[in-house]
């Protein structure tokens, strides 16, 4: 492989490998008192799924009860501070966060092997949001949106 192309093709390989691995947590995990607990003291701060596993006839183990009552003492939730201006657009963010890791996996692939992108690297952009589209499957993407998010500096990508 001497071109900067060539190398995009393995790129993919590891997404085509990373789809087929499937998620990360298990759907069965999803329903369990643990990930009830994580979700409501973790980003989501959501008590939802805590209180209809409480209010359920679900068994609760001496260690699930440990685990609830860690998560009471530990934590001083206070609501979540309210975002001044738009909502982000998840999709864009998304298929951004996305092309980011696809470009900079790809690059370090042309690095380790030697070959130059200098000169093509927006078009290695342009390609690399193209793929995130395709492997997020986020088809109503705009391909010009999520450039303009990912040239932002870091501070103002939120």
Do not use: C
Not at 32 to 54: C, H, I, K, N, Q
Not at 71 to 93: M, T, W
Not at 108 to 126: F, K, P, Q, T, V
Not at 131 to 143: K, T
């Amino acid at each position: 492989m001497t071109d900067w192309r060539d190398t995009a093709k393995a790129v993919l390989d590891e997404l085509d490998k990373a789809r087929r691995m499937g998620p990360i947590i298990p759907a069965s995990a999803l329903d369990s008192f643990t990930m009830a607990v994580v979700r409501w003291v973790g980003l989501e701060r959501d008590p939802g799924p805590l209180v209809a596993w409480l209010r359920s006839d679900r068994p609760i183990t001496s260690h699930d009860r440990e685990a609830l009552a860690q998560a009471i003492e530990g934590s001083r939730l206070e609501p979540r501070k309210k975002r001044r201006g738009r909502k982000p657009n998840h999709d864009i963010h998304g298929t951004a966060v996305a092309a980011r890791h696809i470009y900079r996996r790809w690059r370090r692939l042309n690095d380790e092997r030697g070959i130059a992108d200098y000169g093509h690297r927006s078009e290695m952009m342009d390609e690399a949001i193209l793929m995130a589209i395709e492997f997020e499957q986020r088809d109503g993407v705009d391909p010009e949106a999520v450039r303009e998010l990912m040239e932002r500096p870091a501070s103002r990508r939120k």
